[in-house]
């Protein structure tokens, strides 16, 4: 008999979606499956921004926990959640594929244009990227912070807490909410998070191999680890969190690797972008040297002035 498959998620209709997403990969395969919910520090405590409640492991440390002590077998994250460097003792196994990366602005109101100078406009979103663009490319609009699923923000929003809200189209897009998507945010302006639109499976290093062989044959995407695995380099270098604005997307161009990021510093007046490529067999490289010339561009001091601010609140 096959061994059990059981699945950590946590337990937002975002993240069930995503769990029974790589559940019926996994029974396409042959393999059975039992769901985990998990309640994390980062869905229990919603009147605290991210980046206070620290931004290290705030969706991840309940999953890994359970990781840890055999609970269960893997944990089901958003890939964009997912910390540069992971503690030790874990490992992501597999992508899955690529859901569109962009931004959308989601509105209950038609009329909401960020290009309108002459109309007051206040978004709502969690994260510091979004707002620190927004800062830079449309600093006439006012941002508020609302957290919780995506259910509960659309409700703050209906209650007048903000006219429209800043978010990932592939959240949107998989709860079923695409008709209420006014905008979709142009890849140049708002580049996505690390790892955005895609669905990580983590594991314990000490699963047994031949179990983790069979949820990478049912689940991974190589072009979408391949991408993921340049972007999380950049990451890595960066030591970049939730809470840092930085920002890196990568496609495959003709057995090329192609990676766009930078970071945004947090009051918007300085945005470094630079497209890098390189080998698509060795895709950490790539990202390694992005993270280089954004450093050598002034990214290093950005950096630093952004993680200085957050240490002080």
């Not at 100078?117 to 490319?137: D, E, N, Y």
């Not at 905008?183 to 895609?198: D, I, Y």
């Not at 499976?201 to 995407?221: F, G, M, P, R, Y």
């Not at 992005?290 to 950005?302: N, Q, R």
Request: hydrophobic content about 40%.
């Amino acid at each position: 008999m096959s061994k059990l498959i059981k699945i950590g998620t946590r337990g937002s209709k975002l993240a069930l979606w995503q769990a029974y997403h790589v559940e019926e990969l996994l029974q396409k395969s042959g393999l059975k499956t039992e769901i985990v919910i998990i309640d994390t520090k980062g869905d229990q405590v919603l009147d605290v921004s991210i980046s206070k409640i620290g931004s290290k492991g705030v969706f991840t440390q309940e999953l890994e926990d359970q990781l840890q002590d055999g609970r269960i077998d893997i944990a089901v994250h958003s890939a964009k959640d997912m910390q540069s460097n992971l503690p030790a003792g874990f490992e992501i196994i597999a992508f899955t594929e690529r859901e569109t990366e962009n931004d959308v602005i989601v509105s209950h109101k038609k009329d909401v244009d960020l290009s309108d100078v002459t109309k007051s406009l206040i978004l709502g979103t969690s994260s510091t990227r979004r707002v620190a663009t927004l800062k830079h490319f449309y600093p006439h609009i006012k941002t508020v912070e609302v957290r919780g699923n995506l259910q509960t923000r659309i409700r703050k929003m209906e209650e007048g807490l903000c006219d429209a809200l800043l978010l990932a189209y592939a959240g949107v897009h998989r709860m079923g909410y695409d008709d209420m998507i006014v905008e979709k945010l142009k890849l140049e302006e708002f580049t996505p998070a690390v790892g955005q639109g895609s669905v990580a499976i983590e594991v314990s290093t000490s699963l047994d191999e031949k179990v983790k062989d069979q949820i990478i044959k049912a689940c991974n995407h190589s072009n979408t680890e391949i991408k993921l695995r340049a972007e999380r380099a950049y990451l890595r270098v960066l030591e970049g969190g939730c809470s840092i604005p930085v920002f890196a997307l990568a496609n495959i161009i003709e057995n090329q690797v192609s990676l766009v990021g930078g970071i945004v510093s947090l009051d918007g007046e300085k945005r470094i972008s630079v497209e890098v490529r390189g080998d698509v067999n060795n895709p950490e490289l790539v990202g390694e040297k992005l993270a280089a010339e954004v450093f050598a561009l002034g990214g290093k001091t950005i950096l630093d002035q952004i993680k200085s601010t957050l240490n002080k609140q």
